[in-house]
T-cell receptor, first 112, second 113 residues
Framework: GAGVSQSPSNKVTEKGKDVELRCDPISGHTALYWYRQSLGQGLEFLIYFQGNSAPDKSGLPSDRFSAERTGGSVSTLTIQRTQQEDSAVYLC??????????FGPGTRLTVT | AQSVTQLDSQVPVFEEAPVELRCNYSSSVSVYLFWYVQYPNQGLQLLLKYLSGSTLVKGINGFEAEFNKSQTSFHLRKPSVHISDTAEYFCAVSDPGYSTLTFGKGTMLLVSP
């Protein structure tokens, strides 16, 4: 079946612009996660959605970052007023049981 | 908070040799443990996981890992590696009942002929 998909695969943006990154989880998976992978920080948890519960936003690095999940499926991660330190690969994962996470290919964000 | 230590940032090995990638975690309470592999320009793929039960866990592609609670370790092993195993390997931990993952910094496995 179809895996987790993310779009765009690459995004280059100018410092100060807003960007939106999209994640389509595997159908039927109730849990959705966003992680960030950067050279300096490795893989970091950003935000976690579980069903209709309020999301766990404890990993978001600043209030410029936000995410939503519409209809319990597609999720959008928004970064406002991008900074160069936001350059990273943003990975989305979904899970049906909360233990085994299936990752998408990621969106590589470059802020110039 | 959980932490994961992968002591080796790179492990060079010749094809058909055995390999061990080391992983230690911080918590002394119950944890779930995972190994993921990332091939160039791809997302992460689950190799194996330990939730409970047997401490020796077998995964895909001939990999296995052993959970050692007393040493808080979860080392990954393969008896004979292939060129195609060249990739970055990440160890991760989560708390039972709370599924977000804490990752180690990763170990780059470099297999040469």
């Amino acid at each position: 079946g179809a895996g987790v998909s993310q779009s765009p695969s690459n995004k280059v943006t100018e410092k100060g612009k807003d960007v939106e990154l999209r994640c389509d989880p595997i159908s039927g998976h109730t849990a959705l996660y966003w992680y960030r992978q950067s050279l300096g920080q490795g893989l970091e948890f950003l935000i976690y959605f579980q069903g209709n519960s309020a999301p766990d936003k404890s990993g978001l690095p600043s209030d410029r970052f936000s995410a939503e999940r519409t209809g319990g499926s597609v999720s959008t991660l928004t970064i406002q007023r991008t900074q160069q330190e936001d350059s990273a690969v943003y990975l989305c994962a979904s899970s049906y049981d909360g233990y085994e996470q299936y990752f998408g290919p990621g969106t590589r964000l470059t802020v110039t | 908070a959980q932490s994961v230590t992968q002591l080796d940032s790179q492990v060079p090995v010749f094809e058909e040799a055995p390999v061990e990638l080391r992983c230690n975690y911080s918590s002394s309470v119950s944890v779930y443990l995972f190994w993921y592999v990332q091939y160039p320009n791809q997302g992460l793929q689950l190799l194996l996981k330990y939730l409970s039960g047997s401490t020796l866990v077998k995964g895909i592609n001939g990999f296995e890992a052993e959970f050692n609670k007393s040493q808080t370790s979860f080392h990954l092993r393969k008896p004979s590696v292939h060129i195609s195993d060249t990739a970055e390997y990440f160890c991760a931990v989560s708390d039972p009942g709370y599924s977000t993952l804490t990752f180690g910094k990763g170990t780059m496995l470099l297999v040469s002929p």
